[in-house]
C-alpha cells in the first residue's frame, strides 16, 4: 500500500504554511525536500563520527570511511553498476557533466569531432561541451524532437559520422517531463561505435535506474533531485571507460606518489576525487536511496504518473490553457501558459495562494527557442505529492485566470 498520508508525514517541511497557506510543493524538479532519515544521518554522523575519510588510522576516520565506502555501494546497487569503482562521487549532475566533458574531451576528441546532444538539454549538457568546443574546435549536433515534445529517432541515426564520438542526452526532461527512449539511443550510438553519457538528474527521481540494462556508458545524477542533500552527485561510469580517461582535478586522494618531477594517480574511483569529499553527503544520499528502495521505484513512478495525468486532464479544462510537452512516455513534469499571462505573473500570483511551481525557461532556453516562447509555469510532483495539492493548483490557475 502506498499510504500517501503516512509518508509526508516523513517529510517535516511539508507541515509548514506559507502567507498562512498550507504549502503547496510543486518545485520538485529543481529540488526535493528531505526526509527525516536524511537530516538525521547528517545530524548523527556529525554528532559522532565525523573525521576525515581515508587517511586516518584512527578509529573515527575508519568509521567515516566505512561509511562513506559503503554509501558508494549503495548507490552501485541502486543503479546497478557492476562495481563501486564505477561509481565517482561529484558535486552533482553539473559536475558529472564538465567532469566528463574536460576528461573525454581531452583524451578522445580533437578538432573536427563530434558530439551529439538533444534539443531539450538542460544548459549544463549544452555548456560544458560548448566549452569544449572552443578549446578545442569540436561540433555539437543537435537531435530535433516533434511538437509533443518527442526526440526524432530517424533524424537522430542520420546524425553520425566518423567523427561522431559521444552522444550525451538526458534521460527526462526537465521541462517537458519527456522519458526519451535512452536505452534505444544508447544501442544505435553503440551500433556505430560511440558511447553515451545520460543526465539523469531527472530520471533517477522518477524512473528505476539499471545502467547495465540501459548500456549507458556513463549516468550522471545529483543527491538532491532524489530526497538526498544538496552537494553530492554521481557519476557513473564503466570500469574501461574511466580506465582510460585522465584526471580530472589534481590534489590529495586522487594521486598513488607525488614528487616534484612525476605523479602517479590513484586506482578508480578515488582518480577522479581529488581533495575531502562531502562524506556527511554521501551517508546522508545513501539513506535518501534507501528511502526511495523502501517505497519501491515503481510504486513512486505509478503515483507521479497519475498525478501527472491527473493534473494534465484537469489543467486542459481551463480555458486558454496550452500544455507544453504531451510526449507519449511522461515522468513528472507538467509545463503550461495560460492565454497571454506571462509566466512570471502566474507563478508570483500562485505563490501568493501557497503553491510553490517554477517559472521562465528552466535552464533550457535552446528548447525554449525551439517552442517560440519565453518561459513555462512549471509544476513538477514527486513522490509526496497528492490530488488534493493538484487541485489546489488548478483552482489557483482558474483564480489568476479570472483576474486577468
Ligand atoms: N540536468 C537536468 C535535466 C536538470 O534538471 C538539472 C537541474 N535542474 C541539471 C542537469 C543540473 O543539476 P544540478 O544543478 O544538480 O547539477
Redesign the pocket.
Known amino acids: 500500500m502506498y499510504d500517501i498520508y503516512k509518508i509526508r508525514e516523513d517529510f517535516p517541511i511539508l507541515g509548514r504554511e506559507v502567507y498562512g497557506k498550507p504549502l503547496v510543493y510543486l518545485d520538485n524538479?529543481?529540488?526535493t525536500q528531505k526526509p527525516r532519515v536524511v537530516v538525521d544521518a547528517m545530524v548523527d554522523e556529525y554528532y559522532s563520527v565525523n573525521a576525515n575519510v581515508h587517511r586516518g588510522v584512527h578509529f573515527l576516520s575508519q568509521q567515516a570511511t566505512e561509511l562513506h565506502e559503503s554509501s558508494r555501494e549503495t548507490v552501485r546497487r541502486f543503479i546497478n553498476a557492476r562495481s563501486a569503482n564505477e561509481v565517482i562521487f561529484t558535486?552533482?549532475?553539473?559536475?558529472?557533466?564538465n567532469l566528463l566533458a574536460s576528461s573525454f574531451g581531452e583524451e578522445f576528441m580533437c578538432e573536427g569531432d563530434e558530439v551529439i546532444i538533444s534539443t531539450m538539454?538542460?544548459?549544463?549538457?549544452i555548456v560544458p561541451w560548448q566549452l569544449l568546443a572552443a578549446r578545442k574546435g569540436i561540433a555539437i549536433k543537435i537531435i530535433p524532437m516533434n511538437d509533443k515534445g518527442e526526440l526524432l529517432l530517424d533524424e537522430y541515426e542520420e546524425l553520425f559520422s566518423e567523427r561522431t564520438k559521444l552522444v550525451s542526452v538526458?534521460?527526462?526532461?526537465?521541462v517537458l517531463g519527456t522519458v526519451n527512449p535512452v536505452k534505444q539511443i544508447i544501442s544505435v550510438a553503440h551500433a556505430h561505435g560511440v558511447p553515451v553519457l545520460v543526465?539523469g538528474?531527472?530520471g533517477v527521481p522518477h524512473v528505476a535506474v539499471d545502467v547495465q540494462d540501459l548500456g549507458a556508458d556513463f549516468y550522471?545524477f545529483?543527491?538532491?533531485?532524489v530526497y538526498g542533500p544538496?552537494g553530492v552527485?554521481v557519476l557513473y561510469g564503466k570500469e574501461e571507460w574511466l580506465d582510460r580517461l585522465p584526471p580530472y582535478q589534481g590534489g590529495g586522494e586522487m594521486i598513488q606518489t607525488v614528487t616534484f618531477e612525476k605523479t602517479t594517480f590513484n586506482e578508480l574511483p578515488f582518480k577522479f576525487e581529488a581533495g575531502t569529499p562531502d562524506y556527511i553527503a554521501t551517508t546522508a544520499l545513501a539513506r535518501a536511496l534507501d528511502y526511495v528502495t523502501a517505497l519501491g521505484m515503481d510504486n513512486i513512478a505509478v503515483h507521479e504518473h497519475d498525478l501527472t495525468q491527473y493534473a494534465m486532464n484537469r489543467l486542459r479544462e481551463i480555458p486558454g490553457m496550452r500544455l507544453i510537452g504531451e510526449a507519449a512516455e511522461k515522468s513528472g513534469v507538467v509545463s503550461f501558459l495560460v492565454g497571454d499571462i506571462h509566466h512570471f505573473d502566474m507563478g508570483t500570483l500562485l505563490d501568493r495562494l501557497g503553491i510553490a511551481v517554477r517559472t521562465g525557461h528552466?535552464?533550457?532556453q535552446p528548447l525554449m527557442q525551439r517552442l517560440g516562447i519565453e518561459g513555462t509555469v512549471r509544476a513538477s510532483f514527486c513522490l509526496y505529492n497528492t490530488r488534493e495539492e493538484v487541485d489546489a493548483l488548478v483552482a489557483g490557475v482558474e483564480r489568476v485566470s479570472r483576474m486577468f
Open positions: 524538479g529543481a529540488t558535486r552533482g549532475t553539473t559536475e558529472s557533466i538539454e538542460h544548459h549544463s549538457n538526458t534521460h527526462v526532461s526537465n543526465d538528474a531527472q550522471a545529483s543527491g538532491h533531485k544538496t552527485g528552466h535552464c533550457a
